[in-house]
């Protein structure tokens, strides 16, 4: 009976000073009721009330006080308060009751008033608020017993106000934002109130009360959803890797806000989680077995991270990997994700539809994860890692991609040393470079982080041998014949080499002589095999042979043509022809030197290729002037026509390449599995078109390029599709406007529609960049071609 007749008296003696304060003029009596107020705050001078009469006060009347007190923001007896009065009779109350009402009726406040003094005033109350802790009493207060008995709309809107607070006042106080309220220092202040009310949680626990994460656990989640995960994680996960290192409570802790986190809010938290935490140790004490208990967490732990997504680094990898491994009950989950990725990195669909860095992030993780198998389990799965490393090395060895290629080499070599640790181990020969190193450091996945490296050999003063000569037996060959005498019958390496390093030279200062063994010596050159390693050997062949295609041109050319569909040769070889005419062609379109006669540059002005690469290097020259079209648009330049020694004998080095593509023949089938040779085709012969611009020949060769690939625009294989695309832009670049115009007449709108579909809809970034670009160049020649013609029309 006692409890009723003080809940009473607390609701008429509340009820009577909210009155006064709404409609009383006289400032001495509202502030007497503000000081009876004041009495039911658990803190200040005027505190007086019982815990019951606190709480009734609380739970009945404390959001209906701070309602009214914002309705006198304008009213003269809040001007007439002091300074000190202001702060005990009105500030206290937003500052020590209970603090999620006082937050809601504050951003209510300040969503509702425009910019007046009022808001200003609500903005200086919310951040006292901010700085005060009482984010951190609002957690802790929804923290204490079993849980929260408010409505689910209540709390959702609370946490609404809470997580959107920087954009809700950014919105609110634009352009006069203030600096707590932006999202780095609000996130981080949030942070801190998360350790605060996570430190009274576990000190509650140990003296036996019960407590409750949820709250903060959905305001966790909700804040990650959002995208704020990374100003909230980096200042709370080290705090949680700290403290869970040797406290068990708080280990406990932290499993059960990871297990309260909603299902459609887990995989923000989780992501952004393992990117911020240190090494799979500490996220296994702040996760726990969560990946075993909660099937959101597991889809996103073992396969959305590693098989869906490739933008994540590979300490990002070592840490989720890791912490798979790390506890018995989560291991069989790690050879569930080493078979998927197993299987995602031997299948060939898999290789020739999704990006090289997709590729390439399934082969650090692969490689992980069989460096973190035990040897029992390593025995157990051999059969499927076997099958996975022939089935995969295939794959990725008959794409025509080299970063692919070359991946492919180093996990072979890396799955077959794991494997065949007493027995023969693959080896391959590549180009080492930071990314081949860094999959071949996935096999030790945890170095020691203390190791220092010393080396005593440092201080010791290098000798001068800047004017050393290396001595040899043997003198450079001064003609041609010997050159070519000793390249063919010679066993000497040192003979060798300095024939082949003359051979270039020899051909460009003595053309004359250079032309009667032309086709000799680029069958010598063509055919001669690497048998003594000798230094920069590609390059230097290569050099050689497009010297001999620059100095006699037709014979050459018509050699190398005829020999490229000849039986008996190696992939290689054919794609070592494809460079040298490129080559040659590329220098013989320069234009003639001014005294009449053609300029012979040194081996330096040759571009030379790396036979191992992608010849990105022959686009470079028809993108770029791809480019200069597209900026001209408006009014673009005539190209001016100059001479060069190219445009005679264009059509011998282009059309002996169209004659035979379709014939499979017993070691070479271009149009089926050697997809790698008719892709470098296809982009040779595009460059031959672009350096034929504004020969006589050139409409003729247009015709026929578009003719050939029209045929195979539809090829699976990226670099194929590319190579085709190029030459379309190749011949759009070179080929006459009112010659092409005639061209596609009759497949205009064929043309334009498969150009549109692969712009938006093919899955190589370079295929649709081309193909928007052969759309622009395509509208711009019609466009030159029409406007003539509508003109004299309309005249």
Not at 162 to 185: E, G, I, T
Not at 304 to 310: D, N, S, T
């Amino acid at each position: 009976m006692e409890a009723q007749r003080s809940e009473t008296e607390v609701r008429l003696e509340v009820n009577r000073c909210i009155r006064t304060i709404s409609t009383s003029r006289d400032a001495v009596e509202v502030v007497a009721s503000l000081r009876t107020l004041a009495g039911y705050l658990p803190d200040g001078p005027h505190a007086r009330a019982s815990a019951s009469e606190r709480e009734e006060f609380d739970r009945a009347h404390y959001t209906m006080v701070l309602k009214v007190l914002v309705g006198g923001l304008h009213a003269d007896w809040r001007q007439r308060l002091t300074s000190a009065e202001h702060t005990e009779l009105w500030g206290a109350f937003f500052l020590q009751g209970p603090p999620d009402q006082a937050l809601l009726v504050i951003m209510d406040c300040i969503g509702t008033i425009g910019q007046s003094s009022g808001q200003d005033k609500m903005v200086d109350i919310l951040e006292l608020y901010l700085q005060n802790g009482r984010v951190g009493a609002l957690l802790w207060s929804r923290c204490q017993g079993p849980g929260s008995p408010d409505s689910p709309q209540l709390r959702e809107t609370l946490l609404g106000r809470m997580v959107s607070l920087p954009d809700l006042m950014a919105n609110r106080l634009y352009p006069h934002n203030r600096p707590l309220f932006l999202s780095a220092q609000y996130y981080s202040l949030l942070a801190q109130e998360f350790k605060f009310a996570l430190d009274k949680t576990c000190k509650a626990l140990k003296d036996g009360q019960d407590c409750s994460l949820r709250f903060v656990a959905q305001l966790l989640g909700k804040t990650c959803v959002q995208g704020h995960s990374e100003h909230l994680f980096k200042d709370l996960v080290p705090h949680l890797s700290a403290s869970t290192r040797s406290d068990m409570v708080w280990q406990r802790v932290c499993w059960r806000l990871m297990e309260d986190i909603p299902d459609r809010w887990m995989e923000s938290v989780v992501t952004g989680l393992v990117q911020v935490v240190t090494g799979p140790a500490a996220l296994a004490r702040i996760l726990g077995n969560l990946v075993v208990k909660n099937k959101k967490s597991q889809f996103v732990l073992t396969h959305k991270l590693l098989l869906l997504q490739y933008k994540y680094e590979t300490c990002v990898l070592r840490t989720l990997l890791g912490y798979l491994a790390q506890d018995r009950e989560r291991r069989p989950l790690l050879i569930q994700v080493l078979r998927a990725l197993c299987q995602a990195w031997s299948s060939s669909s898999s290789v020739r539809h999704t990006p090289v860095e997709q590729q390439l992030y399934l082969s650090r993780a692969l490689l992980l994860c069989v460096s973190l198998l035990s040897e029992a389990e390593l025995q157990e799965l051999r059969a499927e890692l076997m099958q996975c490393m022939l089935g995969g090395m295939q794959c990725h060895l008959d794409s025509n991609v080299v970063r692919i290629r070359r991946i492919g080499m180093v996990v072979g070599e890396c799955l077959s040393s794991r494997l065949n640790t007493q027995e023969a181990r693959l080896k391959f020969e590549y180009e080492q470079d930071e990314e081949t190193k860094e999959l071949v450091s996935m096999m030790d996945p945890f170095p020691p982080e203390d190791a220092v490296l010393t080396d005593s050999d440092d201080e010791l003063t290098p000798y001068d041998m800047s004017d050393d000569r290396e001595m040899t037996k043997s003198a450079p060959p001064r003609y041609i014949r010997d050159c070519l005498e000793g390249l063919i019958f010679s066993e000497d390496p040192t003979r060798v080499e300095l024939s082949l390093q003359a051979a270039e030279g020899l051909v460009r200062k003595n053309p004359s002589a250079a032309r009667e063994v032309s086709v000799e010596l680029t069958k010598v050159l063509l055919h001669l095999e690497d048998k003594y390693s000798t230094p920069s050997f590609l390059a230097l062949r290569q050099a050689a042979m497009v010297a001999l295609a620059v100095v006699d041109s037709i014979p050459v050319a018509e050699y190398l043509t005829t020999e490229f569909y000849s039986v008996n040769y190696s992939l290689r070889q054919r794609m070592d022809i494809l460079e040298v005419l490129a080559l040659s062609a590329q220098e013989l379109s320069k234009p003639i030197a001014e005294q009449g006669r053609p300029s012979l540059p040194p081996s330096a002005a040759v571009t030379l290729v790396d036979p191992q690469s992608v010849p990105s290097n022959w686009r470079q020259v028809v993108e770029q002037r791809i480019q200069i079209g597209l900026r001209c648009f408006g009014a673009p330049a005539p190209v001016t026509a100059t001479p060069n020694r190219y445009a005679s004998v264009a059509g011998f080095f282009f059309f002996p390449l169209l004659q035979s593509y379709d014939r499979p023949q017993v070691t070479f089938d271009l149009l089926g599995s050697d997809h790698l040779v008719l892709g470098r085709l296809v982009h040779t012969l595009g460059l031959l078109m672009h350096l034929a611009v504004n020969a006589p020949v050139a409409t003729q060769m247009g015709r026929s390029l578009l003719d050939f690939v029209w045929a195979i625009r539809y090829h699976t294989d990226q670099v194929v599709r590319q190579g085709v695309l190029f030459s379309v832009c190749a011949v759009f670049l070179s080929m006459p406007g009112q010659c092409l115009l005639a061209e596609l007449s009759d497949h205009l709108l064929e043309t334009r529609a498969w150009l549109a579909d692969v712009a938006e809809g093919d899955a190589d970034a370079d295929c649709r960049t081309l193909a928007m670009q052969a759309l622009v160049l395509l509208d711009k020649s019609l466009r030159t071609q029409l406007e003539p013609s509508a003109l004299d029309l309309k005249s």
